[in-house]
Structure formats: structure tokens, C-alpha cells
Nanobody
Framework: QVQLVESGGGLVQAGGSLRLSCVASGRTFSSYAMGWFRQAPGKDRNFAAIISKSGNITRYAESVKGRFTISRDNTKNTVYLQMNSLKPEDTAIYYC??????????????????WGQGTQVTVSS
């Protein structure tokens, strides 16, 4: 069992930055590939970024590539999402998720076993 708690969301103007954090408790954090997903009102939950168990492999959705950076600190049981050059279309609830099966993570939200409660990110134009 893993508990995930996100923080760092908020309201920011277009072009601004936010850093999301997700702290895990429970089983060994390094046993999980981690993902950040987001869900806008009335839309499906989509992957934004994923990171492998060791942190050496990352992957991004095309819509955030070059603007977002995912990282993890296994000594602090924390995964981060640095978001720069934010756009109004980035507005969504952001969720972190943990997957114990796939070493390099997955872009499919159905592959993840554990989820945080989400943190709201709102980008104003």
C-alpha cells in the first residue's frame, strides 16, 4: 500500500511557473515508476510525464515537452513536476500515480495502482 500526497498547485498567470511535489509513504518508493497525469473539466485524464523507478528514464506528452520536467528524489520519497511557460490550456487537476509493475512507467492511467488526491493548477490568460 502506498499513499500519495500532492502539493504545489495554485493560480498563476500565463508564462509563469509552478513546481508540484508528490510525497509517498508506505512501501519502498524506488519500487515504483511514477507518473503525473492531469484532468481538465469534462475531459479524460491524460498523462503529462512519467519517470522510471531509478529516475534515469523520463517521457513527456507532446503538449508539455520542453516546458515541464519530471524528477524524483528516492531518498525523500518525492517526485516533482517543474512546470514552466504555463499556458491556459495547462489548467487542470494534476495527479501523481505509482506503478509497481513497469520499470519505465506507462502513459496509460489504467496501469497505475495508486493515486494521490490531486492538486488544482489554474493558469490565467
Amino acid at each position: 500500500q502506498v499513499q500519495l500526497v500532492e502539493s504545489g498547485g495554485g493560480l498563476v498567470q500565463a508564462g509563469g511557473s509552478l513546481r508540484l511535489s508528490c510525497v509517498a509513504s508506505g512501501r519502498t518508493f524506488s519500487s515504483y515508476a511514477m507518473g503525473w497525469f492531469r484532468q481538465a473539466p469534462g475531459k479524460d485524464r491524460n498523462f503529462a510525464a512519467i519517470i522510471s523507478k531509478s529516475g534515469n528514464i523520463t517521457r513527456y506528452a507532446e503538449s508539455v515537452k520542453g516546458r515541464f520536467t519530471i524528477s524524483r528524489d528516492n531518498t525523500k520519497n518525492t517526485v516533482y513536476l517543474q512546470m514552466n511557460s504555463l499556458k491556459p490550456e495547462d489548467t487542470a487537476i494534476y495527479y501523481c500515480a505509482a506503478d509497481s509493475v513497469k520499470t519505465y512507467g506507462s502513459s496509460f492511467y489504467t496501469d497505475y495502482e495508486y493515486w494521490g488526491q490531486g492538486t488544482q493548477v489554474t493558469v490565467s490568460s
